[in-house]
């Protein structure tokens, strides 16, 4: 069975420093791997997927993540970070061969905390 | 564009009532979903549909009811409320190629 973790619960970081958010899955077949963010009273929105291609994956916000096979890994980054990035960040994956049908799981979820 | 619209947006149940979380989509998405999420938990996947009439249970469907009558719709059901009930709900749905689309939640408190 496929399963996420997400090691940091909490990542605290000043306004305009990079960040890493870690995430790593298990999965025994090729997986889609996606993060999502949740800000406050709202619901998940995607940050960026990976399906297939290229390693390197760019999404909204000056977010990237880099799918690593070898170490089973899918973290995210951000070289300088806003006030505004302050969220939920969760890593799920999907071991679906439809891309439209998702039956994701989730991981636990990382809270960036951004100060100034 | 209205996107998945949840409602209601809060509710207090007392144990052993039963209630219904209403979700619909206006994006004409065949894949609909129903998610919890409990603090430090991330998200279980309770039911989902792959179109209307075609429903399926997810990781955590015990204690809900769930139909697809229409692909707008899709209600989750309540029957006998209990307190590990109490969490925040998250409708979603999708379609193809694109990603999930979220509701902003109800968040449901059982006493």
């Known amino acids: 069975a496929q399963s996420v973790t997400q090691l940091d619960s909490q990542v605290p970081v000043f306004e305009e420093a990079p960040v890493e958010l870690r995430c790593n899955y298990s999965?025994?077949?090729?997986?889609?791997l996606f993060w999502y963010v949740q800000y406050p009273n709202q619901g998940l929105q995607l940050l960026l997927k990976y399906l297939s291609g290229s390693t390197l994956v760019k999404g909204i916000n000056g977010f990237e993540a880099e799918f690593n096979k070898s170490q089973t890994s899918f973290h995210l980054r951000k070289p300088s970070v806003h006030i505004s990035d302050t969220a939920e960040y969760f890593c799920a994956v999907s071991e679906s061969l439809n891309p439209g049908f998702q039956k994701l799981v989730f991981g636990t979820g990382t809270r960036l905390l951004v100060s100034p | 564009n209205a996107g998945v619209t949840q409602t209601p947006k809060f509710r207090i149940l007392k144990i052993g009532q039963s209630m219904t979380l209403q979700c619909t989509q206006d994006m004409n998405h065949n894949y609909m979903y129903w998610y919890r999420q409990d603090p430090g938990m991330g998200l279980k996947l309770i039911y989902y549909?792959?179109?209307?009439?075609?429903?399926d249970k997810g990781e955590v469907p015990n204690g809900y009811n769930v139909s697809r009558s229409t692909t707008e719709d899709f209600p989750l059901r309540l029957e006998l409320a209990a307190p590990s009930q109490t969490s925040v709900y998250f409708c979603?749905?999708?379609?193809?190629?694109?990603?999930?689309?979220f509701g902003n939640g109800t968040r449901l408190t059982v006493t």
């Open positions: 979603a749905s999708s379609t193809g190629t694109t990603p999930l689309h």
């Open positions: 999965s025994s077949v090729s997986v889609y």
């Open positions: 549909s792959v179109g209307a009439g075609i429903t």
